[in-house]
């Protein structure tokens, strides 16, 4: 089974500071699929970037970007110029290629202050 | 796309009563998915389907808990009979064949 670890269950960060998420997790496949997801208090679960593991470049979408590092089973994000709307949860999610279901990590809680 | 729909948003119940959770799935999607979030044990997959076919139910906590897929665009999600300790967020998420999963807005479940 393949297992996602968030090992930060909380952090806090300034606005327009910049902040990294941890995530690693524990495969013997080749071939999958990593995500972030970020939940608002409004509770909705929302995409923030995807990443193939057959993929070598690092994924970017605006502010958020990540470091994956295949071989140390590592997948960071990094929130630049951070908002007060970035305060939420974020979890980490592994998907095979072959699977079916995400597993999820237990998430991070985001506080962004002013 | 609305996205996928999930009703109630909350519902409040009495211990014993018999709780039914609504989802509509995001057109041509394959997979549905149903998760409980609670704050101890964070996410948790319960069951989903594949063409309307469940394909895992081992997260299904106990026979109180059961699931169907009458068609590709209703899904359910019922609790006979509900308990205290099964208040939480429960989840409805879809996703088609190489894409990530798409969540509904979750339904809150309060038992007392």
New interface residues.
């Given amino acids: 089974a393949q297992t996602v670890t968030q090992s930060q269950p909380e952090m806090s960060v300034q606005e327009a500071e910049t902040v990294t998420l941890s995530c690693t997790y524990d495969t013997s496949e080749n071939n999958y ?1 990593l ?1 972030w ?1 970020k939940q608002p208090p ?4 929302i ?1 923030v970037i ?1 990443q193939e593991a057959y993929k070598q470049q690092n994924a970017t979408e605006n502010r958020f970007s990540v470091n994956f590092q295949k071989a140390a089973k590592s997948f960071s994000l990094k929130i630049s110029d951070s908002q007060l709307g970035d305060t939420a949860m974020y ?1 980490c ?1 592994f ?1 095979l ?1 072959s699977g ?8 991070t809680s985001l506080l962004v202050t002013p | 796309d609305a996205g996928v729909i999930q009703s109630p948003r909350h519902e409040v119940t009495e211990m014993g009563q018999e709780v039914t959770l609504r989802c509509k799935p995001i057109s041509g999607h394959d ?1 549905l ?1 149903w998760y409980r979030q609670t704050m101890m044990r ?2 948790e ?1 319960l069951i ?1 389907f ?1 063409n309307n076919v469940p ?2 139910d081992s997260g299904m906590p106990e026979d109180r808990f059961s699931a169907k897929m009458p068609n590709a665009s209703f899904s359910t999600l019922k609790i006979q009979p509900s308990e205290p300790r099964d208040s939480a ?1 429960y ?1 409805c ?1 879809s996703r088609r064949t ?1 894409s ?4 509904g ?2 339904t ?1 479940l309060t038992v007392v």
């Avoid at chain 1, 409004?42 to 679960?45: E, I, K």
């Avoid at chain 2, 990530?100 to 969540?103: L, N, T």
Wanted: hydrophobic share 50%.
């Fill in positions: 699929y995500f997801y409004s509770r909705q679960m995409l995807r979890f999610a998907l290629i079916y279901a995400l597993n999820f990590g237990k998430g | 997979y998915f964070g996410l997959l989903y594949n394909i895992d967020v989840f998420a190489g990530e999963a798409f969540f807005q979750g809150r």
